[in-house]
């Protein structure tokens, strides 16, 4: 090839030969081009993940119950991944709006989304949601239970579930229940407790947790069913009624504090529960690595120590799998999605 390209360079001091050493040159440097090209591709392909900062798209604002879960499970599972997890908040919507941005990211393993039941509840509140929860995602595992407590203003009169139970009954017609918004897991409580005494209250919908606990503790409203992620304070400042938890054991972080079900509210339970996605094609190697580094995260000293002063109790190790989460999301839809329909509240 060498004598070749010399002797068309020789003999093209000649007009006839012009054309073919122009031909050549191109020939040669469309070859240089591909072959810069292709080469990053190849790089790029062959870089091991993770190569960048990973986000986690939070449904909520900061400083709420999701996102503070949020930011200890992304700060421990940057240790085992060698790269960042940085929290996004991506807010609205009654907590739609990330999970539709999650759903149509790339999916290289670099978004994930960490959401509450809402996962299971929204095809039910919304009729027109562009996700769909059980189809578009990849499943890595879930993370951690979060009990719920029963508040009542602080001059509410009854002063224990029993009596409680009674004084609703006698008075629905007055009492005020707040949550905090269609799709919120305080709403979705507040109407299991509903149904659980076949009462219809007076329901005031507020714009986030804080607005509502504000309310009850200003006296505005009467009831409030909220996770101890932000319940815990008011309770040990003595600002609200405690009236019990929903789960049916008693809790490490209240351990004085009566089940519901003690209380006569017989197979009330209700947990706020957290899962981890990514979107629906992210490679098997990638979920795989995510469980991985999920599952060491929830072994992190620091992990364990924030959660437990939240309230919160990791899952067992067989929930903390993707297989985990979908057989529970698919168990709580079926749970909570013939419940919300029958209410016939929607949320758009």
Same mark, same amino acid.
């Given at each position: 090839?060498?004598?070749?390209?010399?002797?068309?360079?020789?003999?093209?001091?000649?007009?006839?030969?012009?054309?073919?050493?122009?031909?050549?040159?191109?020939?040669?440097?469309?070859?240089?081009?591909?072959?810069?090209?292709?080469?990053?591709?190849?790089?790029?392909?062959?870089?091991?993940?993770?190569?960048?900062?990973?986000?986690?798209?939070?449904?909520?604002?900061?400083?709420?119950?999701?996102?503070?879960?949020?930011?200890?499970?992304?700060?421990?599972?940057?240790?085992?991944?060698?790269?960042?997890?940085?929290?996004?908040?991506?807010?609205?919507?009654?907590?739609?709006?990330?999970?539709?941005?999650?759903?149509?990211?790339?999916?290289?393993?670099?978004?994930?989304?960490?959401?509450?039941?809402?996962?299971?509840?929204?095809?039910?509140?919304?009729?027109?949601?562009?996700?769909?929860?059980?189809?578009?995602?990849?499943?890595?595992?879930?993370?951690?239970?979060?009990?719920?407590?029963?508040?009542?203003?602080?001059?509410?009169?009854?002063?224990?579930?029993?009596?409680?139970?009674?004084?609703?009954?006698?008075?629905?017609?007055?009492?005020?229940?707040?949550?905090?918004?269609?799709?919120?897991?305080?709403?979705?409580?507040?109407?299991?407790?509903?149904?659980?005494?076949?009462?219809?209250?007076?329901?005031?919908?507020?714009?986030?947790?804080?607005? &509502?606990?504000?309310?009850?503790?200003?006296?505005?409203?009467?009831?409030?069913?909220?996770?101890?992620?932000?319940?815990?304070?008011?309770?040990?400042?003595?600002?609200?009624?405690?009236?019990?938890?929903?789960?049916?054991?008693?809790?490490?972080?209240?351990?004085?504090?009566?089940?519901?079900?003690?209380?006569?509210?017989?197979?009330?339970?209700?947990?706020?529960?957290?899962?981890?996605?990514?979107?629906?094609?992210?490679? &098997?190697?990638?979920?795989?690595?995510?469980? &991985? &580094?999920?599952?060491?995260?929830?072994?992190?000293?620091?992990?364990?120590?924030?959660?437990?002063?939240?309230?919160?109790?990791?899952?067992?190790?067989?929930?903390?799998?993707?297989?985990?989460?979908?057989?529970?999301?698919?168990?709580?839809?079926?749970?909570?999605?013939?419940?919300?329909?029958?209410?016939?509240?929607?949320?758009?």
């Amino acid at each position: 090839m060498p004598a070749c390209i010399a002797a068309c360079i020789a003999r093209a001091r000649t007009d006839s030969f012009r054309p073919a050493l122009r031909g050549l040159a191109a020939a040669v440097a469309l070859t240089a081009a591909l072959t810069v090209a292709v080469a990053p591709g190849k790089a790029r392909a062959a870089d091991p993940y993770p190569s960048k900062p990973i986000a986690l798209v939070v449904p909520f604002s900061a400083g709420g119950p999701t996102d503070v879960v949020a930011r200890s499970l992304g700060a421990a599972m940057s240790k085992h991944l060698g790269q960042s997890v940085v929290v996004e908040n991506k807010t609205g919507a009654g907590g739609t709006i990330a999970p539709a941005y999650v759903a149509r990211a790339d999916p290289d393993g670099y978004t994930l989304l960490i959401h509450h039941n809402g996962m299971a509840t929204a095809p039910a509140l919304y009729r027109k949601l562009s996700y769909a929860p059980l189809k578009d995602f990849e499943y890595i595992g879930q993370v951690a239970d979060v009990p719920m407590t029963l508040l009542g203003k602080k001059d509410l009169p009854p002063n224990n579930t029993a009596e409680l139970i009674d004084y609703v009954r006698k008075n629905e017609a007055k009492l005020n229940l707040a949550n905090a918004g269609l799709g919120a897991v305080s709403q979705l409580c507040g109407l299991l407790f509903e149904q659980a005494l076949q009462v219809k209250l007076n329901v005031i919908p507020f714009q986030g947790t804080a607005p &509502a606990m504000t309310a009850l503790l200003g006296g505005q409203v009467d009831l409030l069913c909220d996770q101890t992620t932000a319940t815990l304070p008011q309770i040990a400042g003595n600002k609200v009624k405690l009236y019990g938890v929903t789960t049916p054991q008693r809790i490490r972080a209240l351990p004085d504090a009566p089940t519901l079900q003690e209380g006569g509210l017989k197979g009330f339970e209700m947990k706020v529960w957290h899962g981890v996605y990514a979107p629906k094609g992210t490679p &098997a190697p990638v979920v795989a690595r995510l469980t &991985a &580094a999920l599952q060491a995260a929830l072994k992190d000293p620091a992990v364990v120590r924030k959660l437990d002063e939240l309230g919160a109790e990791i899952v067992p190790p067989a929930k903390q799998t993707p297989e985990g989460l979908q057989s529970w999301l698919k168990a709580e839809s079926d749970k909570w999605q013939p419940m919300l329909r029958k209410a016939g509240t929607f949320a758009d």
